[in-house]
């Protein structure tokens, strides 16, 4: 049975699209389907520290990101929310991880081997090691479900291989966590490089789409998404990466399937496709914008950042005593 459901997101950066059709959507389903489950959806600001930040605009996405989560329909009064840094048993554990994975099995992971090549300024030791906090945030909490896009699935794999050296060393201690993938949603891609994913990082503003932005300008971010010089709209991947991306983006945003969009499209032309994605988008958006302006500078943010902080701390610290235990660090209680 599904008993715990983990995952987060970082405040690296206002949250895209692509945050929320690869992964805050799927949570939101997941608060409906499992009803009996307990979920912790938190904000993953360590994990954000691995690359320099200016501290105002980090203290400010933190609170975005909260705020996105609930506007984005995560209920409070069904799911935990709170900040990973307001839970020291994350940092705690997290140090337990990195006495348990292997330094190979760190550097083995793309994401860091792809960050380390493209930064130029110094490589932070927590870019490494980064791993060995998100098995933490996950087997603190027992987490049998990971909602995740597909780019973290490298590390919920060491995840799973940390907890089970774990469990083998020192007897079972862990649950081991299944990652959890939308299976209707496939990674988003850059509106300028439909070969790279889209992401709140890009240099590029026009290469993807801000939960926030404006109407018009998210209009004019589809109409001047990069696409080929073919006049058909069909999904191929390999030939025609950015129609195919928008056909994605079109299916993440309505309850159709990308055939059904195909066909819709069928005598259609780039120009009006687009069109209509744009305003597609815009009216998905519009009441999430609404409610996100509403929270961002609330207390009710506050209150719901309190609890979920409140709870995660007494699961949490309840796991971290066992393992110290179980490791033999302190004294005998
Ligand atoms: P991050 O922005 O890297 O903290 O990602 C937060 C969550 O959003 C992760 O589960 C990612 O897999 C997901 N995500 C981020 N960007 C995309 C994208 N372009 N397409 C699909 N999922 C994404
Ligand atoms: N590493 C994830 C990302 O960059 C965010 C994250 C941190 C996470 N801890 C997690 C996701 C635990 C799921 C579970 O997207």
Redesign the pocket.
């Known amino acids: 049975m599904v008993k715990r459901i983990v995952?987060?997101?970082?405040?690296?950066?206002k949250?895209?699209?692509?945050?929320?059709?690869?992964?805050?959507k799927?949570f939101v389903k997941l608060q409906d389907e499992y009803e009996g489950a307990e979920f912790f959806f938190f904000v993953?600001d360590l994990?954000?520290i691995t690359v320099t930040q200016d501290r105002l605009k980090l203290r400010q996405s933190i609170r975005e990101v909260a705020a996105m989560y609930i506007a984005c329909g995560l209920d409070p009064d069904k799911v935990n929310i709170f900040i990973q840094s307001e839970v020291p048993a994350h940092n705690q554990l997290g140090y337990i991880m990195e006495s348990t994975a292997y330094i190979g099995e760190m550097e083995r992971m793309t994401q860091y081997k792809d960050k380390r090549q493209r930064q130029v300024e110094g490589i932070k030791t927590s870019l490494l090691t980064y791993p060995a906090l998100m098995a933490a945030d996950i087997l603190l909490y027992d987490a049998n479900l990971v909602?995740?896009?597909?780019?973290?699935d490298q590390h919920l794999e060491l995840t799973r291989m940390v907890g089970e050296r774990f469990n083998n060393q020192y007897g079972n201690t862990f649950e081991i966590p299944k990652a959890y993938y939308n299976k209707d949603?496939?990674?988003?891609?850059?509106l300028a490089d439909p070969l790279k994913?889209?992401?709140?990082?890009d240099e590029i503003e026009r290469s993807?789409i801000l939960l926030d932005d404006e109407p018009n300008r998210i209009k004019n971010k589809i109409g001047s998404a990069v696409t080929d010089s073919d006049t058909k709209i069909y999904f191929d991947k390999e030939n025609k990466p950015g129609i195919s991306n928008l056909l994605s983006i079109y299916a993440g945003f309505s309850d159709k399937s990308v055939e059904e969009i195909e066909k819709l499209y069928e005598n259609k032309s780039y120009q009006e496709f687009k069109s209509d994605l744009g305003n597609l988008i815009v009216d998905y958006l519009k009441p999430i914008q609404e409610r996100y302006k509403e929270i961002l500078n609330s207390k009710y943010l506050d209150e719901v950042l309190d609890r979920g902080r409140d709870r995660a701390i007494i699961i949490s610290n309840r796991k971290l005593e066992k393992v110290y235990h179980k490791v033999g660090l302190g004294r005998k209680k």
């Open positions: 995952s987060g997101v970082q405040p690296s950066g949250l895209t699209i692509g945050n929320y059709l690869g992964a805050i799927s993953a994990h954000a909602p995740i896009g597909d780019d973290q949603v496939v990674r988003i891609m850059s994913k889209m992401s709140k990082s993807f």
